[in-house]
């Protein structure tokens, strides 16, 4: 008989929360209670499941007993204090709000790409960024085949990336200059966003880099298995949903873009679109919605035999958010790791 599952969505009205919930109902999983779960600031709200209006439960002491998954989609400073609490309740943490990506203790898995590292979870799964998944998605296959040698990333982030507030920013923003309204000086971006980009995504470190950037290549070496060395720019451009990546490859061994092409549309979890003469590629528009990452303009680097450059696009709330860790949910059930008799203590 098929287990039916007591599930809890932290964040639940957030984007990523949003989008969570709407996934496990398209995907059909068998949960049983849903319980969504967020701050004060959404008391009254409801999300609808399953043809049903839930009311939004407030985020407390207790609000896990019985719960045999929960589902974080919240800040990290919420992931640190209540992942606990829902570990001592008998629940298994599915996170993707970054507090535990790079604990050693903590699966950081693309199911398509790292399964099998479920089998060493103590508690908390974490879903990796959103960024990190398409780019190991497309880069799992290559490096298997020819050994990644380095990466370069100039990574497009949408404002979703940056929540609700991020996509209402924007709205703002362009209504704002459509009629002649000045910008407003608080704002959740530190530049005006509307007919510009600007290459900062989060706080700069010692380095001038930011830690997205630094993260980017932490994650993907986590979920390839790998050491090589991968830099990254993040840009925030004004374009509401799905993030893109610019990426330069650098191999071990010689790989064609024709032998590159013919792996990537085997690849689970990736389409190809790659006829630019015919001006098919992946945009934004897309990738949006789809459960796909999408991937073209694969072309040999023109210096260099053992290097190539591809065209990533994959919608941030779904496969970069939400769906990894609905699939993170159905792996552990399918290999029946989801109870949690001996969490590790965090």
Known sequence: MEKKLHAAVVGATGAVGT???????????????????ASERSLGECVSFRDKDIDVCVLEKGSFSGIDVAFFCSTEDIANRYAKEALESGACVIDTSGAFRLDERCPLVVPEVNAEDLEDHSGIVTSPGSLSIPLSLVLNPLHEKA???SVVVTAL???????????????????????MREREEKSLFPRQLAFNVFPETG???????????????RETQRILHAEFPLTATCIRVPVFFSHALSVHVCFERELSARDARAMLVQTEGV??????????????????????????RIRQDLFSKNAMHLWIVGDNLRKGGALNCVQICEELMARDLLAVSEPTVF
């Open 203 to 217: 706080d700069f470190l010692e380095n001038e880099y930011t830690e997205g950037e630094i993260i980017l290549g």
């Open 157 to 179: 982030e949408s404002v979703s990336g940056a929540g609700k507030r991020g996509i209402q920013t924007l709205e703002k923003e362009i209504t704002d200059l459509m009629n």
């Open 19 to 37: 989008e969570l919930i709407r996934t496990l109902e398209s995907r059909n999983v068998p949960v049983e209670t849903l319980i969504p779960l």
């Open 271 to 296: 389409r190809v679109v790659d006829n630019p003469r015919e001006h098919l590629y992946p945009s934004s528009l897309d990738a949006g919605s789809e459960d796909e990452v999408f991937v073209g």
């Open 147 to 149: 050994s990644v040698k």
